[in-house]
């Protein structure tokens, strides 16, 4: 039996999840960051402009597991003004957003206020505060359709700034670095 490799990548904003990008536009690709073994996938993804846990495994059955639990996701989300305890209410009780030009609600979540969380400057700078204040919140969703926080937080008046994934099952983010790469010996989410 072969052995899979496994692998927990702060995604860096700016970079899409994949190996391949078939379009002629130049794009950053998660095998830049490193020299990841033939047959390397990502489990789920991060749009460009999220950050944050990536898995990635040479597993394939490991994937379609992953994605078939609904492994609960926790973001760190940066909003566009101070949210209001009503938008978070609505949040926690499902959002009516678009996906695939059809109209949805999203299911029930966990979302509250935090502090920031001080993480290290993007790549690309977020605007200031002489823009008008930003707060952020923590999100907790079983589910995960196209840019679903984005469409969520927008939903309710606070467009988001900054997402960063911290969580995928039980599995932390913790203090790895943007673009860091750590190999692990198996994947128990």
Not at 25 to 44: D, Q, V
Not at 50 to 55: H, M, V
Not at 64 to 77: C, D, I, T
């Amino acid at each position: 039996m072969s052995t899979h490799q496994h692998f927990l990548i702060h995604k860096p904003y700016g970079y899409l999840s994949q190996f391949i990008y078939e379009l002629k536009r130049k794009k950053k690709l998660l095998g830049e960051l490193h020299n990841f073994p033939e047959g390397t996938m990502a489990i789920g993804r991060l749009d460009e402009d999220s950050e944050g846990l990536l898995l990635l495994t040479t597993d394939g059955m490991m994937s379609e597991m992953v994605r078939s639990k609904k492994v609960s996701k926790e973001y760190y989300v940066q909003v566009d003004g101070i949210v209001t305890d009503e938008a978070i209410e609505k949040l926690k009780k499902g959002v009516e957003i678009g996906f695939d030009g059809k109209k949805y609600i999203t299911r029930k979540c966990d979302a509250f206020k935090i502090e920031n969380p001080n993480f290290a400057e993007r790549s690309k700078k977020i605007r200031d505060e002489r823009h008008g204040p930003t707060s952020w919140l923590s999100i907790t969703l079983n589910e995960g359709k196209f840019r679903q926080v984005r469409k969520m937080t927008s939903a309710v008046g606070f467009p988001t700034l900054r997402l960063v994934r911290i969580r995928v099952g039980n599995i932390r983010l913790n203090d790895l670095k943007s673009g860091e790469v750590m190999e692990v010996e198996n994947l128990e989410i």
